[in-house]
C-alpha cells in the first residue's frame, strides 16, 4: 500500500515508525506512569474506610518517629557521599596516573569486581566481618587489643560501611573515566608555566574534575537514599531510614496510603536534590 | 617527591583494594566452612554447604525461577528497546524528544518506589502476586537502559547500509531483521547482558511482587533470617559466581565491539 517512491526512508505519517515505538512506550505509561498515578490516589485515601484525606502527609511531620527516620536517611547519606568521594578520588587518582597504562584495566576490572555481587549477599558479607563473634572482633580479641567484643553490627556504622563499600566502588569508575578525559596539555602546561605538581592537582586537575565528582556524588546520593537492602541488613532497627519505614508499613500493617504517601516524600527530596544539583552544575559551567 | 608520592600511592591502593575484597574473600573463605558457624577459627575446607544448597529444593527452585525472570524480562526489554531506539533513530515523529524522555525516566527513580506503585496498582487492579509479575518490574528497570546504549550506538555508518539494502528492493521487516539487527549486535547483547546481571541482582521489587515462588535473592533474604549460616555463604559465593560470568561475557562484548 506505500506508494513506491524514491525516497528509501519512509515518511513520517506511514504507520511503520509508531509500530516500532508503541511497544517501549505503552510498557512505561501502563507499569511506570499508570502505578505512579495510583500511588498518588492511594496517598490521598483513609488507610480505613477509603475515603478522602490528607492525613498520610500531615501524619509525615506530625509524627517525630516519621520525620526523624528522614534526618537520619539525609545524615547517613550525606555521610556516605562524602567519605566515599573522598576515599574514591585518591584511588581512581592513583589507578589513571601511577599505573602503567596496560594494566589499567585489569586494576580497574579487579577494583569494581565486588560491584557485581548480589546487593543482599554484599551486605550480609559485611555482617560476617562486622558480627560480635565476627572477624574483626575475633582479630582484636584474639590480639589481646579488647578483651570485649565491640558492638559494630546493627548501628549506624554498619550501614554505613556497607554503603561506603558500594559507593567507593561505583565513585572510583566515573571518577576514573573523568580523570582519563583530561588532555595531558593541561598538565603539561602547567609545568611549562612553573606549577609542581601539587599545584598543578589543585588548581588545574581537581576543578577540571569537579562536575564529574558532583554527577557521581549525585548518583550516590539518588541510590543511597533510596535503598532498603543495606539499612536493614547491618543497621537493624533500632534506627529507622525511611525505605526501611516504608516498607514497614507495607510489612506489618498493609498500609498502601501511608507507604504510598512517605515514598511520595521521599521522591520529592530527592528531585529537590537533584535540581539543587543541576542548578550547581550550571553555575559552574557558566 | 615523585618516590615519596609513588610509596603513599602504592599503600593507598592496597589500602582500598584489601577495603573491597574484605567482605568477599570472607564470604567465599567461610562457605568452605566445616563446622555451622561461619566465624573464626576456619575449620575447612570442606563442600558440605555447597552439597547442601544444591540439595535444597526451595534454593534451586528460586534459582531456576531468576534465570527464567532474568532472561524473559531481558529479552523482553531488549526487544522492545530496540524496536524503539530504531524508531527514533530512524524516523523523524513529532514529540521526539519528549517521548524518548519518557522512555528513560524510570532510570531516575528508586527500585524500591517503582515496586511500590506497581504493587499499589496490582493490589488495586487485583493482579496476584507472582513472578510475573516481578518480571513486569524488571522490564520497567531494564527498558531505559537498553534503549539508552542501543539508541546512542545506532549512527549514520548503519544508516546508509539499510538504505541500500531498501533501495535494493528489501522491505522495512527484511532491512530491520537481516541488516540492522545483525550490525547492532554487540549494543543489543550489551544491552541484555547487562539487564541480565541487573535483574538477577535485584531483590526489591521481587520482594514486593511476588510470594510463594520467589527469586533468588529473595530466597537468600529469607535465609539471613537464621542468623549467620555457612549455607547462606555457600549460596552467596555461588551467585557471585554466576555474577563474574555475566560480567565476563558483557566485557568480551564491549571488546569485540571495540575491535570491530
Known amino acids: 500500500?506505500?506508494?513506491?517512491?524514491?525516497?528509501?526512508?519512509?515518511?513520517?505519517?506511514?504507520?511503520?515508525?509508531?509500530?516500532?515505538?508503541?511497544?517501549?512506550?505503552?510498557?512505561?505509561?501502563?507499569?511506570?506512569?499508570?502505578?505512579?498515578?495510583?500511588?498518588?490516589?492511594?496517598?490521598?485515601?483513609?488507610?480505613?474506610g477509603g475515603g478522602f484525606t490528607l492525613s498520610n502527609y500531615s501524619q509525615f511531620f506530625t509524627n517525630p518517629s516519621y520525620w526523624q527516620a528522614m534526618v537520619n536517611s539525609l545524615e547517613v547519606t550525606a555521610i556516605v557521599t562524602v567519605v566515599s568521594v573522598l576515599l574514591a578520588y585518591p584511588f581512581a587518582w592513583i589507578l589513571a596516573e601511577q599505573v602503567p597504562e596496560r594494566w589499567q584495566r585489569l586494576a580497574l576490572m579487579l577494583a569494581v569486581l565486588p560491584f557485581w555481587t548480589s546487593y543482599v549477599v554484599r551486605s550480609y558479607s559485611w555482617l560476617l566481618v562486622l558480627a560480635q563473634n565476627g572477624v574483626i572482633n575475633r582479630a582484636l580479641t584474639g590480639s589481646g587489643l579488647i578483651t570485649e567484643p565491640l558492638q559494630l553490627a546493627n548501628t549506624r556504622l554498619a550501614a554505613a560501611t556497607g554503603f561506603v563499600h558500594f559507593f567507593v566502588m561505583l565513585l572510583t569508575l566515573t571518577i576514573f573515566a573523568n580523570l582519563k578525559q583530561l588532555s595531558p596539555s593541561y598538565r603539561k602546561a602547567a609545568a611549562d608555566l612553573g606549577a609542581g605538581p601539587v599545584r598543578t592537582f589543585l588548581h588545574v586537575i581537581l576543578p577540571l574534575t569537579l562536575p564529574g565528582i558532583m554527577v557521581g556524588a549525585f548518583l550516590t546520593f539518588?541510590?543511597?537514599?533510596?535503598?532498603?537492602?543495606?539499612?536493614?541488613?547491618?543497621?537493624?532497627?533500632?534506627?529507622?531510614?525511611?525505605?526501611?519505614?516504608?516498607?514497614?508499613?507495607?510489612?506489618?500493617?498493609?498500609?498502601f496510603p501511608l507507604a504510598s504517601a512517605l515514598s511520595i516524600i521521599l521522591m520529592a527530596v530527592v528531585t529537590v536534590a537533584y535540581l539543587a544539583c543541576a542548578r550547581w552544575l550550571k553555575i559552574e559551567r557558566a | 617527591m615523585r618516590r615519596i608520592i609513588r610509596v603513599a600511592s602504592w599503600l593507598y591502593a592496597l589500602a582500598v583494594y584489601g577495603f573491597i575484597f574484605l567482605p568477599v574473600v570472607v564470604l567465599v573463605l567461610f562457605s568452605l566452612q566445616a563446622t555451622s558457624f561461619p566465624i573464626p577459627p576456619f575449620t575447612g575446607p570442606s563442600l558440605r554447604w555447597y552439597d547442601a544448597v544444591l540439595s535444597d529444593v526451595r534454593l534451586t527452585s528460586a534459582l531456576v525461577n531468576s534465570l527464567l525472570v532474568a532472561s524473559i524480562s531481558s529479552a523482553t526489554a531488549v526487544t522492545?528497546?530496540?524496536?524503539?531506539?530504531?524508531?527514533?533513530?530512524?524516523?523523524?515523529?513529532?514529540?521526539s524528544g519528549l517521548l524518548r524522555g519518557l522512555i528513560t525516566l524510570p532510570l531516575t527513580v528508586s527500585y524500591l518506589i517503582i515496586g511500590m506503585g506497581l504493587l499499589v496498582l496490582f493490589n488495586w487492579a487485583g493482579v496476584p502476586?507472582?513472578?510475573?509479575?516481578?518480571?513486569?518490574?524488571?522490564?520497567?528497570?531494564?527498558?531505559?537502559?537498553?534503549?539508552?546504549?542501543?539508541?546512542?550506538?545506532?549512527?549514520?555508518?548503519?544508516?546508509?547500509i539499510e538504505r541500500a539494502a531498501r533501495d535494493l528492493g528489501a522491505s522495512e521487516w527484511k532491512v530491520l531483521l537481516l541488516i540492522t539487527v545483525p550490525v547492532m549486535a554487540p549494543a543489543i547483547f550489551a544491552g541484555f547482558f547487562l539487564?541480565?546481571?541487573?535483574?538477577?541482582?535485584?531483590?526489591?521489587?521481587?520482594?514486593?511482587?511476588t510470594r510463594?515462588?520467589?527469586?533468588?535473592?529473595?530466597?537468600?533474604?529469607?535465609?539471613?533470617?537464621?542468623?549467620?549460616?555457612?549455607?547462606?555463604?555457600?549460596?552467596?559465593?555461588?551467585?557471585?559466581?554466576?555474577s563474574i560470568v555475566l560480567v565476563v561475557l558483557f566485557e568480551l562484548t564491549l571488546l569485540r565491539r571495540r575491535k570491530t
Not at chain 1, 539518588?222 to 541488613?233: A, E, F, S
Not at chain 2, 537464621?226 to 552467596?236: D, H, I, R
Request: hydrophobic share 50%; charged share 10%; glycine share 10%.
Open chain 2, 80 to 95: 522492545l528497546g530496540f524496536l524503539s531506539a530504531w524508531g527514533f533513530a530512524r524516523f523523524v515523529l513529532p514529540g
Open chain 2, 129 to 160: 502476586k507472582s513472578l510475573l509479575a516481578a518480571g513486569i518490574g524488571h522490564v520497567v528497570i531494564n527498558l531505559p537502559l537498553c534503549f539508552a546504549i542501543i539508541y546512542s550506538q545506532m549512527g549514520d555508518h548503519q544508516i546508509n
Open chain 1, 222 to 255: 539518588v541510590l543511597c537514599i533510596g535503598d532498603y537492602i543495606t539499612p536493614q541488613i547491618l543497621g537493624g532497627n533500632n534506627e529507622l531510614l525511611m525505605p526501611q519505614l516504608v516498607m514497614m508499613q507495607i510489612g506489618r500493617r498493609g498500609d
Open chain 2, 212 to 242: 510463594f515462588d520467589t527469586t533468588l535473592p529473595v530466597e537468600i533474604w529469607n535465609l539471613l533470617r537464621s542468623g549467620l549460616n555457612p549455607k547462606t555463604n555457600a549460596v552467596g559465593s555461588l551467585v557471585f559466581a554466576v
Open chain 2, 195 to 209: 539487564s541480565m546481571t541487573f535483574s538477577w541482582d535485584e531483590f526489591v521489587i521481587s520482594f514486593l511482587l
Open chain 1, 1 to 48: 500500500m506505500n506508494s513506491a517512491g524514491n525516497n528509501s526512508v519512509p515518511r513520517a505519517g506511514s504507520a511503520l515508525p509508531w509500530a516500532l515505538v508503541t511497544p517501549a512506550l505503552g510498557w512505561t505509561l501502563l507499569f511506570f506512569v499508570l502505578p505512579f498515578i495510583a500511588m498518588g490516589f492511594s496517598s490521598l485515601t483513609a488507610h480505613e
